[in-house]
């Protein structure tokens, strides 16, 4: 599909028309996953979108938005050209009933003033984190970014009351689509064959390669597993801004042999099949999607203090300060490992916490569409 704005086929023609914004690159990574599956889920009658990437797309988004038949557009978001931005965003959002911004900082005011120019009524910013990088302009443009935002969607509570502090705002938890995370033995058979790790003991990592994400500490604890386990694996599924990084630390460490590393993938459900475990480092994050669709599959998972303990949604996950040290995480994790083998049965207690908590997407995209509809 073309980048220009396009009624899809059998809209009505007074379809409230809704303009979605990601304001980070669109990756296989945390926002843009929580978007596709919305987009992908939500009833679409009586709705018309449009979606706006800041960076180039992949040709997997570019299908995906085909197939759903919504219009896109790219518009490089620099923080450094504030008004062209805004400009150019506006021009694109004429006409609009709605904008809906997902991002992680106040930072979203230039959509919001954008969306103001454009005359665009309802204007939504989506919380997904519960800190960012740019601190200082966060907080400077707080203040705008307040007056001109009428509607708040927070991933969870500590993102909402991070980003919007005593503002009302709507819990829009990160849902997944349970039966496509769901538990295979015989693709996991089949994966571990193909990645040559039958009878290791995997640890797994999904996530970009990013500074937040805390690849080098992960690194240091597989360091020390490595060393307990010598049938011990690595998986990595992403790739970044630190890729280089990583790929060194991993040849210093004498690691070469043991970390598999698949770059960025469109089927991660079939590496977390492989898995037997899951660490995630984290500097910092909101309510992280990703140990949702790990939880679905029956991974158990080590998680920095930093991550809210309301993503625990099934008895699976386990948290640890990062202050402690690579080693006793490395003791930890092998702990798990010997207690919580990934099976079907482990898979049952996650995916039914996943589906009695909310977490199923079918129950978030409702919950969206009544926005979109009736605010």
């Known amino acids: 599909m073309s980048n220009s704005i396009t009624e899809i086929s059998g809209t009505p023609q007074k379809a409230r028309k809704v303009l979605i914004v990601c304001t980070v690159p669109t990756s296989r990574s945390g926002i843009p996953s929580v978007i596709f599956n919305l987009l992908s889920a939500i009833d679409r009658s009586g709705l018309q979108f449009h979606y706006v990437s800041i960076s180039p797309m992949e040709p997997y988004f570019i299908s995906l938005l085909n197939k759903l038949d919504i219009g896109y557009s790219v518009v490089p978001r620099e923080i450094r050209h504030p008004l062209r931005y805004v400009n150019q965003m506006a021009r694109i959002g004429m006409g609009y009933d709605a904008i809906h911004v997902h991002g992680n900082s106040a930072t979203m005011v230039l959509e919001m003033m954008a969306a103001h120019k454009a005359g665009i009524p309802l204007r939504i910013a989506h919380s997904h984190s519960t800190s960012c990088n740019m601190k200082c302009i966060d907080r400077c443009a707080r203040p705008l970014f307040h007056m001109l935002c009428n509607s708040r969607i927070a991933c969870s509570e500590a993102s909402g009351k991070w980003l919007f502090g005593n503002r009302p705002f709507t819990l829009l938890k990160n849902a997944v689509d349970s039966h496509r995370f769901a ?13 040559g790790i039958e009878g290791c003991r995997v640890i797994g990592h999904v996530g970009n390669f990013l500074p937040v994400k805390n690849h080098d500490f992960l690194l240091n604890v597989f360091s ?9 694996r690595l998986l990595l599924v992403g790739d970044g801004e630190l890729a280089n990084a990583i790929r060194n630390k991993i040849s210093r460490l004498g690691l070469v042999d043991k970390v598999i590393l698949s770059g960025s993938v469109g089927n991660p459900e079939d590496y977390l099949q492989a898995m037997d475990m899951v660490i995630l480092p984290s500097l910092y994050e909101g309510f992280p999607l990703s140990v949702v669709e790990q939880q679905v599959n029956g991974l158990p998972v080590l998680a920095s203090d930093t991550v809210t303990q309301k993503v625990n949604l099934s008895g699976l996950i386990s948290f640890a300060p990062l202050n402690v040290g690579a080693e006793q995480w490395a003791l930890k994790s092998i702990e ?3 207690a919580t083998p990934h099976t079907a049965a482990s898979a049952a207690q996650g995916c039914a916490g996943v589906c009695r908590e909310g977490f199923d997407i079918t129950t978030a995209a409702s919950c969206l569409r009544g926005i979109y509809l009736h605010s």
């Open 183 to 195: 538990f295979n033995p015989g693709r996991r058979n089949e994966m571990r064959a193909a990645l």
């Open 224 to 232: 020390h597993i490595s060393r307990m386990d010598s049938d011990s």
């Open 336 to 338: 798990i490992l010997s």
